[in-house]
């Protein structure tokens, strides 16, 4: 097993007397890539800040590679970069922004080729952004320079809150690519809040989920944060214009709490069933991965569902009698006894 | 009507020849309020910094007395300082009474609440994101500090401009404690106040020019150093 970076247990902030965060045990391995879920004021912003130690817990414990915040050395200290939702730059051209935090740590070695790689990974053109000022750029841009701020640094902790926010659809796949790249090449364990799940799901070794500042007491494969309306006696949560999965009042489901569904719960079949259970939930999407998980021999699939992924696991028997591929149009369903809920005292 | 047209043609006469008396208040007032400047500056730059970036007890009450000072009457500073200078009072024997570096410690001592309490504003209203961001790479405190300072480098220049403005434009620390003697201690206003009593408008006019000019170049100076601090948000 891979040695722990991060270690928390029982450590509770609160402001005021309002508990923002409340986290009875969470551990990070080195090189995972951790995606944090949850909805807006779930605390989320607040644990990155606390992992990259620019915030005090109250109580509790926060470890980083066996330190706490009062032992932590300066050097360690800078082993973790934090990119800030809307990062700030300094008033400096690009090239002195990427450069700030190398001075700050007094390296003088490889500093052109450092900067050039930077970015590069973050696809900007180094002759062509380099000498640029920092009112000279544009949302997207300010983010990857931000971004390369961070990656010259080669930093062993990468921690991102909401990191494609300012980015258009063309840029996040080079995003993917310059996380992915730290995390293989220099071994950077990630931990990245973002509300962007397709994309979460794409790059998260693992999910967590967090509800009004406590981690929720149960898988997050199939974590479905978001907004549920209520009509008549149920709770309707919609996952595009005609698709939705229903609840009853008494599930108790508050407008911010995420449910999850267990992966082996959900069926998943080329075409509709004839006949529709009723307390079934039945959904049409498209298949987007299909990976074979060697060690229990069976296969999961992804499928998008409006703006939702969901993972489904089937024994390898049934993808071999059926073939699913990616892009391929199925029908999901699993029964409404399988959406769980937390309990308010996760 | 007339006087004042002739005044002012004199005026424009008496500054393309570079009249002696003219150039010698103006001399003096630059001398007087940059020498000020700079000494408000080094004093009250650190002070202001440590108001707005600390935390400490009593930071609130310091400041709203900086604050309160920043309406300080000149002729109040005049006051205090004639009274710790002047023959009777405890520096008397410096003889500062009546001379260039009198003016300068009672423009200094104007100057500097409004060098603190800006600076204070500057920094207390630095956005958290800086904040965040520059301590996210993990700084020393001095690095903290440098880092901060050279972030709100437009803001802390138009301090000082905007003190400077004051400075040089104020007339009752001038006259009181430099006596308003010719070709020593007199400045721009101190002579305006003087020659307008005599009845001589073209010199008076001559200067109000040169003051306006200034007050409008250090505006003009402001203007672009405010646009600049914007910017960058």
């Known amino acids: ?37 949850g909805a807006n004021g ?24 066996g330190f706490d915040a009062s032992s932590l050395p300066l050097a360690t200290r800078r082993d973790i970069s934090i990119l800030l939702p809307e990062p700030y730059l300094l008033k400096r051209t690009v090239r002195e922004n990427i450069l700030f935090g190398l001075k700050v740590r007094g390296e003088t070695r490889n500093i052109e080729p450092r900067i050039h790689e930077a970015l590069d990974l973050v696809g900007l053109l180094p002759k062509k952004f380099m000498h640029r000022a920092w009112h000279e750029l544009s949302s997207g841009e300010t983010q990857r320079v931000a971004l390369a701020s961070r990656l010259v640094l080669h930093p062993k902790t990468l921690l991102l809150d909401e990191p494609t926010n300012s980015l258009d659809y063309s840029g996040i796949p080079q995003f993917t690519d310059a996380i992915l790249h730290a995390n293989r090449e220099w071994g950077t364990t990630v ?39 209520e009509e008549g006696d149920e709770r309707f949560f919609d996952f595009d214009e005609t698709q939705s999965m229903s609840l009853p009042k008494s599930y108790r489901i508050g407008e911010k709490r995420g449910v999850a569904i267990n992966p082996r719960d959900i069926s998943i079949s080329l075409h509709e069933p004839e006949l529709r259970k009723e307390d079934t939930v039945y959904l049409r999407g ?61 | 009507m007339d006087f004042i047209l002739s005044g002012l043609k004199e005026a424009f006469w008496l500054l393309i020849n570079l009249d002696p008396e003219t150039i010698s208040a103006i001399d003096v007032t630059l001398k007087s309020s940059t020498l000020s400047i700079i000494f408000s500056l080094i004093i009250g730059l650190p002070l202001g910094f440590c108001l707005g970036f600390f935390n400490f007890p009593g930071r609130k009450a310091l400041k709203l007395l900086s604050d309160t000072l920043l309406a300080i009457p000149t002729v109040v500073v005049g006051l205090i300082v ?152």
């Open chain 2, 82 to 233: 004639y009274a710790f200078i002047s023959n009777r009072g405890p520096f008397g024997s410096y003889e500062l009474l009546y001379t260039l570096p009198g003016i300068v410690i009672g423009q200094t001592i104007l100057a500097l609440p409004i060098i603190v309490s800006l600076t204070a504003t500057a920094v207390e209203g630095m956005e958290k994101k800086l904040y965040f961001t520059l301590a996210s790479f993990g700084l020393t405190t001095t690095q903290m500090i440098q880092s901060v300072v050279w972030e709100l480098r437009h803001a802390l220049v138009a301090v000082g401009v905007a003190a400077y403005g004051r400075v040089v434009a104020e007339v009752g620390i001038a006259m009181m404690i430099g006596g308003n003697i010719k070709w020593f201690t007199r400045t721009i206003t101190t002579a305006i106040s003087l020659e307008t009593n005599k009845g001589e408008f073209a010199m008076g006019i001559a200067l109000g020019i040169v003051l306006i000019s200034i007050a409008f170049l250090l505006n003009f100076m402001l203007y672009f150093l405010k646009k600049r601090a914007r910017i960058a948000v």
């Open chain 1, 286 to 346: 498209i298949i987007r991965d299909v990976l074979h998980v060697t060690k229990t021999n069976e296969i999961s699939l992804k499928v998008v569902i409006g703006n939702h992924v969901l993972e489904c696991i089937e024994s390898f028997e049934y993808f071999e009698r059926y073939h699913f591929y990616p892009s391929q149009s199925v029908t999901v369903n699993f029964a409404k006894s399988a959406i769980k809920v937390p309990s308010k005292e996760a």
């Open chain 1, 42 to 65: 779930s605390g989320k912003s607040t644990l990155l800040r606390h992992l990259a130690f620019l915030e005090a817990h109250q109580s509790g414990k926060l470890h980083y590679c």
């Open chain 1, 191 to 229: 931990i990245i809040a973002s509300h962007d799940l397709l994309w979460l799901s794409e790059i998260a070794t693992r999910k967590i989920g967090l509800h009004f500042g406590r981690l929720m007491d149960f898988s997050t494969t199939n974590l479905i944060v978001g907004k549920w309306r």
């Open chain 1, 1 to 37: 097993m891979k040695p722990f970076v991060y270690e928390l247990q029982n450590l509770r902030t609160l402001y005021g007397e309002k508990p923002v965060l409340d986290i009875h045990s969470l551990k990070v391995e080195e090189g995972e890539i951790l995606g944090l879920v």
